[in-house]
């Protein structure tokens, strides 16, 4: 590009003055140089031309098409001390001649310009997301891959268009509200979460900044929005509770053990949203004939250790976990827990099953991290929070690792593996 641009220079017997520049700052100097220099132009029709293989030779000198007298400025302002006067015919074939400092303007401004808009543009559009996890960055890398995967399909790029700042909550739910306060000193364009008490913590900090919770249970019961179709507020995204699922569930387990019927239950007391479901798991276990003792709350390792020992002093046959994103922070613990005593579970989440537990029935949540996406562009784009309806899901993912069915000595029916969406082996 620089050596097209000096070849024309020479050709045009100007002289040509390169000026460096990487950023804002550098671009602001550059054109102070120039406009001191006296260029009194600035147009990139010239040098477009001769980049795209115009030759120097062919292109006429253009004549101005605005005409000042003497040594009068733009805008019908006098001149300036500084100022030149255009050089101009007084009739017949002579034409004018454009001065050429003017074209030094145009090959500085052609080199320039361009790329100024360019970040200037870009600094416009860089609009700040703050992700606010319930665990850690290594423990939900796969619904972070799954969101910013969203996001490129809408045409966000990290760095060019949008931030996304993270902030980890490492299985502590009490760290919310701080977390949400930082988000909200950050100027985030929209905050996005999961789980009922980040968006409690959310929904209490601010009433303006857009919040959208890429997988959450009961919004309603827990207070989160008004209704599914209109949340109205600040806040909406997908909600994961299904009426019919702690249904499902407990018929799940019915079939991998026939003949069992006690069930140990293990829940999060710190999470608000496990009130309404453990009524609902009651209730699908009494039209099942089903037996839900112990019921276990635990929110750290040491009430995880305490309620294993209670779940075996109760001989309980089985278990389930209750989904509660606290708790799958704890998936590791929680699989060799259950490993250790030969307990069969079925987990929440699918990342239960991926570090070695028995088998998972949930929505895709990768698939709902995705989602989110959407969510957050519309709002980028405009829309109100409260005019975008929560999406509950429609399709469930059923995954089952065969080797810790193989080291409890349970053997899988048939019927169970074909309605399987993942087999780990």
Known sequence: MLKGAE???????????????????????????????????????????????????????????????????????????DDSAIATATGGSRNRVMDRRALLGTLAGGLLAAPFAAEAQTAKKLYRIVYLGN??????SDLVDSFRQGLRNLDYVEGRNVVIDYRWAEGRNDLFPALVAEAVRLKADVIVTSGTPAALAAKEATRTTPIVIAAMGDPISAGVVASLARPGGN????????????????????????????????WNPTNPANAARLRNIQQAATILRLKLDPMVGAADSQALENGFQAIVAARAQALVVEPDRGLLAH????????????LPTLYPYREFVQVGGLVSYAPSYPAMFRRAATYVDKILKGVKPSDLPIEQPTTFELVINSKTAEAQSLSIPPSVLARADQVIE
Not at 135 to 140: C, F, G, T, V
Not at 241 to 259: A, F, N, Q, V, Y
Not at 331 to 342: D, S
């Open 7 to 81: 070849v024309a220079a020479r050709v045009l017997g100007l002289h040509l003055q390169f000026v460096e520049a990487r950023g804002p700052v550098d671009f602001q100097r550059a054109f102070s140089d120039m406009a001191r220099a006296r260029a009194d132009a600035l147009t990139v029709s010239y040098v477009d031309k001769i980049l795209k293989e115009a030759h120097p030779g062919d292109l006429p000198i253009e004549q101005p098409t605005q005409v000042r007298a003497g040594n009068q400025r733009e805008n019908r302002q006098g001149p300036g001390p």
């Open 135 to 140: 665990s850690s960055a290594a423990l939900e």
């Open 235 to 266: 806040i909406t995204g997908l909600a994961s509770m299904s009426p019919e699922i702690d249904g499902k569930r407990l018929e799940l387990l019915t079939e991998l053990l026939p003949g069992v019927s006690r069930i140990a239950i293990l």
């Open 331 to 342: 998936r590791v613990q929680i699989v060799a827990l259950t490993a250790r005593r030969r």
